[in-house]
């Protein structure tokens, strides 16, 4: 029997089996790497989405509009994001981005009051809500861009 051939024959398939491996497990992290990218730019197209109409509902609000809401109601700029897109930014941006929309998010809800209660200091909010909007859109592109 030729013990060279069969040590040989048996470090073959054990590289073979090695580079399967390898690769396989290669493969799953840039699978996973792919899934969490994707997340992620839908949660930012989403964020930057949710700020663009933030902006065009502060533009159009008039002093008469903010009237006609109820505290109980949601003007029609200070929607919310639908759930699954919030638990998406959360769990997939950076602490950057993530932090951007907290403070984004909180801003927009108190504006939301403050445009609809009888609030001297209405424009003023509205205005720090739409300047952090205008943070969480540069925080998308600062990190988006610095992928590329």
């Known amino acids: 029997m030729d013990w060279s ?3 040989s024959g048996a470090l073959g398939a054990v590289a073979a089996l090695g580079g399967v491996l390898i690769t396989q497990r290669s493969e799953r992290r840039k699978a996973a790497a792919d899934r969490v990218w994707r997340e992620r730019s839908e949660a930012y197209v989403a964020m930057y989405t949710w700020c663009e109409g933030k902006a065009d509902f502060y533009l159009s609000i008039g002093e008469t509009d903010r009237f006609s809401w109820t505290l109980s109601d949601e003007p029609p700029g200070a929607k919310s994001l639908p759930k699954d897109v919030e638990v998406k930014a ?9 932090a951007a929309f907290e403070q984004a998010r909180a801003d927009a809800h108190f504006a939301a009051f403050q445009i609809s209660a009888d609030s001297e200091h209405w424009s003023t909010t509205m205005f720090k809500s739409w300047d952090s909007c205008k943070a969480l859109q540069n925080a998308i592109l600062a990190e988006t861009r610095a992928d590329e």
């Open 5 to 7: 051939a069969l040590i």
């Open 90 to 98: 959360l769990l997939y941006s950076s602490k950057r981005v993530s």
